[in-house]
Structures are given as structure tokens and as C-alpha cells.
T-cell receptor, first 114, second 114 residues
Framework: AQSVTQPDIHITVSEGASLELRCNYS??????LFWYVQSPGQGLQLLLK??????LVQGIKGFEAEFKRSQSSFNLRKPSVHWSDAAEYFC????????????FGKGTKLSVKP | DAGVIQSPRHEVTEMGQEVTLRCKPI?????LFWYRQTMMRGLELLIY????????DSGMPEDRFSAKMPNASFSTLKIQPSEPRDSAVYFC????????????FGSGTRLTVV
């Protein structure tokens, strides 16, 4: 069955520190992988996406993610966190064609300490 | 483009009442998705449409829920009768294609059933 696991429910980091949010997926075929961010009271915004090619992908707001097929992982990273990065982050997996819908993880809430 | 537009932003209703949530997708997007977000269950896909035709409604929780897409620029999600356990944030999202494109989400409708 297709699934996405985000093992960390809540992470707190200090402003300026590095960040890594974990995502593991289970998918029968080569998946499309996405990271979304949700600020309080807002919808989800696409940060970055991956399907093929270079396994390190760059996104908006200084985020990047690395695809590791052997580990079925797609972890999100940022070298230096800003207070405005405090939000909830969702990993999602999907396919094309008849498997059009995305499956989302439960999310990781990021808090940033001054 | 104004993005995906949902209305109302907030809805408070009494148990047993009918509730209608509305969504205007991005012009030209072929796919429209309805998601429900709760603390307990995260983001759940309720139903999605392709070219106004429902493709997968297996996530619709019960017969009290119905969704329509009468044309390419409008969709509704109706709950009749509403129950307190329907309280959640309901998101509409649209996509040009499935797979690589990802989704564009609306800002959501926060529904409270008392």
C-alpha cells in the first residue's frame, strides 16, 4: 500500500541552526515526491518536488531535499532556519495517470526558538 | 491568477443543518481535489475530479457527503445532515495535470458543527 511516514511530529530548532525533516515513503512504482508547507490558517504551499534526475533538488525559501531510493526517503533540509520558517511541513507522494491523487504524511510542526 | 478560491473561510453551523462548501479552481486546471484536515487523521482525500467527472470518491466518509462539479470553474462539497465529527478544515486543490505538477491549494474552509 502507498504511504508516507513523517516520524517527527514536532521539532524545535534555534534560529540560524540547520534543519532536517524526515520523510519515508512506500510506493509501488517510481513516485513523484513533494514537500509542502502550511502556515497557520493557510493552505498548503509547494516547496519543491522530485521525479527523476539529480537526487538533490532545490526549492523555494532556501529549502532543499534529497531523494535516496535505497532508503525510500526524501528528507527536507535547510542550512539556516529563520523565524518565519515556523510552520507545518508535509511530505507527499503520488503518481501519474490513474493514480492522480497525492498521499500526504501526517506533517511535522516546526517551531523556531529566538 | 487569483489561485484556488474557497468560500466561506469559516462556517459555524448546528448539528443537522446542511452545509455547502464552494471552490473555484485555477482556470485551465483539469483536476480538482477535496481534502479534509483534522488533528487526528491529518489530510484525507475525499474525492477528486478530472474534467468535471468524479474519478475517485472512495474517501467520502458516508452518504451524508456529496460533491459536484457542474462546470470547469466551480465545485461544491455538501454535508447533509452535518454532525459535530465533521468539524475540520476542508481544502480544495487544483492541478493542471497529475504527477509532476503538484497541487495548488485554496486557503480552506474551517467548519465547526455545534
Amino acid at each position: 500500500a502507498q504511504s508516507v511516514t513523517q516520524p517527527d511530529i514536532h521539532i524545535t530548532v534555534s534560529e540560524g541552526a540547520s534543519l532536517e525533516l524526515r520523510c519515508n515513503y512506500s510506493y509501488g512504482a517510481t513516485p513523484y515526491l513533494f514537500w509542502y508547507v502550511q502556515s497557520p490558517g493557510q493552505g498548503l504551499q509547494l516547496l519543491l518536488k522530485y521525479f527523476s534526475g539529480d537526487t538533490l533538488v532545490q526549492g523555494i525559501k532556501g529549502f532543499e531535499a534529497e531523494f535516496k531510493r535505497s532508503q525510500s526517503s526524501f528528507n527536507l533540509r535547510k542550512p539556516s532556519v529563520h523565524w518565519s520558517d515556523a510552520a507545518e511541513y508535509f511530505c507527499a507522494v503520488g503518481g501519474g495517470g490513474s493514480q492522480g491523487n497525492l498521499i500526504f504524511g501526517k506533517g511535522t510542526k516546526l517551531s523556531v526558538k529566538p | 491568477d487569483a489561485g484556488v478560491i474557497q468560500s466561506p473561510r469559516h462556517e459555524v453551523t448546528e448539528m443537522g443543518q446542511e452545509v455547502t462548501l464552494r471552490c473555484k479552481p485555477i482556470s485551465g486546471h483539469d483536476y480538482l481535489f477535496w481534502y479534509r484536515q483534522t488533528m487526528m487523521r491529518g489530510l484525507e482525500l475525499l474525492i477528486y475530479f478530472n474534467n468535471n467527472v468524479p474519478i475517485d470518491d472512495s474517501g467520502m466518509p458516508e452518504d451524508r457527503f456529496s460533491a459536484k462539479m457542474p462546470n470547469a470553474s466551480f465545485s461544491t462539497l455538501k454535508i447533509q445532515p452535518s454532525e459535530p465529527r465533521d468539524s475540520a478544515v476542508y481544502f480544495c486543490a487544483s492541478s493542471l495535470r497529475v504527477g509532476w505538477y503538484g497541487y495548488t491549494f485554496g486557503s480552506g474552509t474551517r467548519l465547526t458543527v455545534v
